[in-house]
């Protein structure tokens, strides 16, 4: 599969765009450019020729001729041609231009989707747009659950048992999650790709290089591999709207320097929440139920692009006595934060894309997708839904966890050495477990085999760090934990997940702050939560509300003959 070939082979390699009812070949970037302007499409350019041509004539029409009118006329109407221009996408953005966004939005046709991921073709400006896109595929999919509804709405999916109620609801299938699919052997599939196939089909920053989180954003919400065109595009979006309100670093500063990373970050997103859009509408009861998605949307896009800066901003008050570094308006995304946060080798750039990318989502029910979404599921904005996911993201068995790696693994070394032998890990494993603790990094809710996402990351410090100690003191681990853990003969996966690794390999560049690493899984988690609770609104799902039950009454249950 190519990311960038044709959705429709009969289209060859030309670029097509429909202008006047019927789909032609442009073969010009001018004729691209012209149809653009004819469609509205490229809505600065069209502005500018519209306000420009109608002052010329207007002058035309009444001016009275000689050399001193034409001058000023000719002078008035560049002033104005630059106004309108430098202006004109300010004015333009979001959804002021409803009518031209329709009149857009009519004009791409794109191939209807399933749940995996497909691949597209750039036709024309518009395409570069996010919010268009998804405006084309949410009706279909509002139509295809109506009818899943309709047609199977009482088939049973299993039973539920006493166990499952006890036991955090394991194995019960009870919630609906568009973005990303976990399968307990294979590991995540985001929109039916897995992550070796993201990291050849997502555009790169370098040719053969990391995905970029922009392109995983891309797929997550409309379900299509999008082009190197759109990630570039959706870059500058993320980036024009990443300017954070001053209370925010006040609010940040009223909390103690040494307070918890996710306390200030979380602190931080809450202190967002005052531009939220949704409430915003919400309050001045302006919008229908049925467009719920569209501030949500506005305000995912503002939370996944001002978040990184809020980061950085912690982790350099923290860590680097409050010396901020800016945004670079050349870098992407996640080599922006890496950069925000002090570390611009362009290996580092290159992991932190992959960081992002790979720790994006995991589908509907881990703790943080699962309270984002019953948070939201109360028409609570996406900044209150997130700040509760962060919450959640905050404790050892979760998010933590890689925090809690890096510092086992540091005292393993501190009380071991750094030649650490096999038996002396063995040793250290055992203790740990002796002593009530966890071996963090090691298990899941839901996999079965070692995860993907370790596995990738491994092979991202074969070929970047093979001789660091602590990536081999990380690979010793793989073999010595799992044995033990099957040993006590209760651990359903003995195998590493995605936090045994990730910690050696920030460490390795330089960021050495064990217990940052959890805000960094933040910062990548908005994007799928983000993306999932955007298709909670455009599909309508409705508070969520399980029943719970007492032990007495399970017990006079279970009593009951069958
Ligand atoms: C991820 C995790 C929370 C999953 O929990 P779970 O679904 O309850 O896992 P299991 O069903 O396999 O747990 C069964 C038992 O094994 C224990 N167990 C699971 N993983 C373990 C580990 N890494 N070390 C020690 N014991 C472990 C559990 O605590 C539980 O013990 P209990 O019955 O005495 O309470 C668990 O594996 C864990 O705590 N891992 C370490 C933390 C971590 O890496 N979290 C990041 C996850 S991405």
């Not at 070949?25 to 509205?40: E, Q, Y």
């Not at 031209?100 to 036709?123: E, T």
């Not at 932190?352 to 979404?373: F, K, P």
């Not at 920030?506 to 939560?529: D, M, Q, W």
Request: proline share 6%; charged share 20%.
């Amino acid at each position: 599969m190519d990311a960038y070939s044709s959705s429709d082979s009969n289209h060859g390699s030309v670029p097509r765009t429909r202008l006047f009812g019927r789909e032609r070949p442009m073969h010009s970037v001018l004729g691209r450019k012209v149809a653009d302007v004819l469609l509205w499409r490229d809505t600065r350019v069209s502005a500018t020729i519209l306000f420009g041509s109608a002052a010329i004539w207007f002058l035309f029409y009444f001016g009275e001729y000689n050399f001193v009118t034409l001058s000023c006329n000719i002078f008035i109407t560049t002033v104005l041609v630059i106004f309108i221009w430098s202006t004109g996408a300010e004015f333009f953005k979001g959804g002021r231009v409803s009518l031209i966004s329709k009149l857009r939005s009519r004009a791409v046709q794109q191939p209807s989707l399933g749940n995996s991921a497909h691949c597209l073709q750039v036709h024309n400006s518009s395409d570069l747009e996010l919010h268009s896109q998804l405006k084309e595929f949410i009706p279909e999919q509002q139509k295809r659950l109506k009818k899943l509804k309709s047609e199977h709405g009482k088939v049973q999916l299993g039973n539920i048992t006493v166990d499952m109620v006890v036991g955090g609801m394991r194995g019960m299938t009870g919630l609906l999650c568009e973005t990303s699919l976990l399968d307990p052997e294979e590991g995540i599939r985001f929109r039916g790709l897995s992550i070796p196939e993201c990291q050849k089909l997502l555009p790169a920053a370098k040719p053969g290089g990391e995905p970029l989180p922009e392109g995983i954003l891309w797929l997550l919400l409309t379900g299509k591999v999008p082009s190197k065109e759109q990630v570039d595009s959706l870059s500058k979006e993320l980036r024009n709207r990443a300017t954070i309100p001053d209370h925010v670093y006040q609010t940040i500063n009223a909390l103690p320097v040494n307070a918890h990373p996710m306390t200030q970050f979380a602190t931080g997103v809450m202190a967002l929440q005052v531009q939220s859009e949704f409430q915003k509408a919400y309050d001045q009861k302006v919008i229908h139920k049925s467009k719920y998605w569209e501030p949500t949307f506005e305000d995912s896009l503002n939370l996944i692009a001002q978040i990184p800066v809020v980061a950085a901003y912690v982790y350099r008050r923290m860590y680097k006595n409050g010396r901020v570094i800016p945004m670079d308006d050349s870098l992407d995304y996640a080599g922006n934060f890496a950069h925000m946060l002090g570390f611009d080798s362009p290996d580092m750039l290159e992991l932190m894309r992959l960081y992002v990318t790979i720790h994006s989502d995991h589908e509907g029910g881990n703790v943080s997708a699962h309270i984002g979404h019953i948070v939201a599921s109360a028409l609570s904005d996406p900044y209150l839904s997130f700040a509760a996911a962060l919450n959640g993201l905050a404790g050892p068995l979760h998010g933590l966890a890689n925090q809690e790696v890096l510092l086992w693994i540091k005292s393993l070394v501190e009380e071991c050495g750094e030649n650490v032998t096999k038996e002396n890990l063995e040793d250290y494993v055992w203790k740990t477990l002796s002593g009530g603790k966890l071996i963090p990094g090691f298990g899941h809710g839901v996999l079965r085999k070692t995860d993907p996402r370790y596995t990738c990351l491994r092979e991202f410090a074969l070929k970047h760090l093979p001789d660091d100690p602590l990536f081999k003191l990380v690979s010793d681990l793989y073999e010595v934990v799992p044995p033990i853990l099957l040993e006590l003969g209760k651990v359903k996966n003995p195998w590493p997940n995605v936090e045994a690794h990730s910690g050696v390999l920030l460490n390795h560049y330089g960021l050495t702050e064990a217990r940052y690493y959890p805000v960094l899984f933040g910062v990548s988690r908005a994007i799928g939560i983000c993306s999932q609770l955007i298709w909670d609104r455009a599909l309508g799902l409705p508070i969520e509300r399980p029943k719970s039950v007492t032990m007495e009454w399970l017990q006079n249950y279970c009593k009951k003959p069958a």
